[in-house]
């Protein structure tokens, strides 16, 4: 399958050691893909440091790049619905903005492109601390046995999705913390949508701070799972 124009988006808050090099790497992969057209959307989420004026500052020299700016932190999933919801290109795809993905794998993405309507990125290898790689095995576990995911990976950041699922499964609700990510794929395959899995590789973070760690990010994702699956039961 042949994709001809490509919407991009990156969540960010508190990137600024990590913004412009994540940027810039992406669109000298986009501009080797041949697209007739492409946009990156980066989602500032409250953002307190120099992530916006970086953002806007490439802006000027580059008109695909667009910003999408919360005045308060929102929270990773809203920063992810509004990325899904403002893509504008048949295809998505997302990634985190800290640099702990090769951007240049979404070509291995993009080949399966007519074989699914959603990619989902694992981690191989993940270059994260051990109790962050105990509560991804855990919340992945428990994700795929409440909502019937079935992925290895259920927060990997690095999917392509096709817009056709964004605009027919009902609207994601969740906001703070990881429960985006299973409330996408459980109701894509509720919908019957077809989802197929690709090995990623991981780098560790080199800068700034992650914030899925909070106790009240973590509390707030597990009442999401139970609040989505009681109510798909």
Same mark, same amino acid.
């Given at each position: 399958? *042949?994709?001809?124009?490509?919407? $991009?988006?990156?969540?960010?808050?508190?990137?600024? &050691?990590?913004?412009?090099?994540?940027?810039?790497?992406?669109? +000298?992969?986009?501009?080797?893909?041949?697209?007739?057209?492409?946009?990156?959307?980066?989602?500032?989420?409250?953002?307190?440091?120099?992530?916006?004026?970086?953002?806007?500052?490439?802006?000027? =020299?580059?008109?695909?790049?667009?910003?999408?700016?919360?005045?308060?932190?929102?929270?990773?999933?809203?920063?992810?619905?509004? &990325?899904?919801?403002?893509?504008?290109?048949?295809?998505?795809?997302?990634?985190?903005?800290? &640099?702990?993905?090769?951007?240049?794998?979404?070509?291995?993405?993009?080949?399966?492109?007519?074989?699914?309507?959603?990619? $989902?990125?694992? !981690?191989?290898?993940? =270059?994260?601390?051990?109790?962050? *790689?105990? +509560?991804?095995?855990?919340?992945?576990?428990?994700?795929?046995?409440?909502?019937?995911?079935? $992925?290895?990976?259920?927060?990997?950041?690095?999917?392509?999705?096709? *817009?056709? $699922?964004?605009?027919?499964?009902?609207?994601?609700?969740? !906001?703070?913390?990881?429960?985006?990510?299973?409330?996408?794929?459980? =109701?894509?395959?509720?919908?019957?949508? !077809?989802?197929?899995?690709?090995?990623?590789?991981?780098?560790?973070?080199?800068?700034?701070?992650?914030?899925?760690?909070?106790?009240?990010?973590?509390?707030?994702?597990?009442?999401?799972?139970?609040?989505?699956?009681?109510?798909? =039961?």
């Amino acid at each position: 399958m *042949k994709i001809d124009s490509l919407s $991009v988006f990156f969540p960010a808050y508190n990137e600024e &050691g990590n913004i412009k090099n994540t940027i810039e790497k992406a669109i +000298n992969v986009l501009n080797k893909l041949s697209l007739k057209n492409y946009e990156i959307i980066v989602i500032n989420d409250g953002s307190k440091d120099k992530t916006g004026q970086i953002v806007e500052d490439l802006i000027k =020299k580059n008109d695909h790049i667009r910003l999408i700016t919360h005045n308060i932190n929102q929270g990773y999933g809203e920063a992810i619905k509004d &990325g899904l919801y403002n893509s504008k290109f048949d295809w998505i795809v997302y990634n985190d903005s800290d &640099g702990q993905f090769d951007f240049s794998e979404v070509t291995r993405f993009l080949a399966k492109a007519d074989q699914a309507d959603i990619i $989902v990125g694992y !981690r191989i290898n993940r =270059k994260d601390p051990w109790i962050r *790689k105990f +509560n991804a095995w855990g919340w992945t576990l428990l994700a795929n046995t409440l909502l019937r995911v079935g $992925v290895k990976d259920v927060d990997c950041a690095f999917k392509l999705i096709n *817009k056709k $699922v964004i605009d027919s499964i009902p609207h994601l609700e969740s !906001r703070r913390g990881g429960m985006v990510n299973p409330e996408l794929l459980a =109701k894509a395959k509720r919908a019957g949508f !077809r989802i197929v899995e690709i090995g990623v590789h991981h780098y560790p973070r080199t800068t700034g701070v992650q914030t899925g760690a909070n106790l009240k990010v973590i509390f707030k994702s597990f009442s999401d799972l139970f609040k989505l699956w009681w109510k798909i =039961k």
